[in-house]
């Protein structure tokens, strides 16, 4: 059985950096496609990042400030996030689909496993 299983996260002022990391279990992770979502109070779980065959994608609000970092021999995929806004004050959780194809990475009902979220808090 898959397990993701997250870390990082927290709270820091405008413009700070943090990593988080999701440590992956169960899975043959070399072969899974690899996303995080976030969800602020209040609102829908949106897509943040993802990756899959060696592409990237990432939602317009956070191009040029976060990367997704994949780590196939040590199973790990981590979100790198510079330059925070109050507005990426959300839960952030990573997830893993075997069977995401280009137009699905977008899709949170692609992903077959999700981690616990972590609390990322932006504020001065």
């Known amino acids: 059985q898959g397990r993701l299983v997250q870390s990082g996260g927290g709270l820091v002022h405008p413009g700070a950096s943090l990593r988080l990391s999701c440590a992956a279990s169960g899975i043959e992770f070399r072969r899974y496609g690899l996303a995080w979502f976030r969800q602020g109070s209040g609102k829908e779980r949106e897509f943040v990042a993802g990756m899959r065959m060696g592409s990237t994608y990432y939602a317009d609000s956070v191009k040029g400030r976060f990367t997704i970092i994949r780590d196939n021999a040590g199973n790990t995929v981590a979100l790198q996030m510079n330059s925070l806004k109050p507005e990426d004050t959300a839960v952030y959780y990573c997830?893993?689909?075997?069977?995401?194809?280009?137009?699905?990475?977008?899709?949170?009902?692609?992903?077959?496993?999700w981690g616990q979220g972590t609390q990322v808090s932006v504020s001065s």
């Open positions: 997830a893993a689909s075997q069977t995401l194809i280009t137009s699905t990475v977008r899709n949170s009902h692609a992903y077959a496993y």
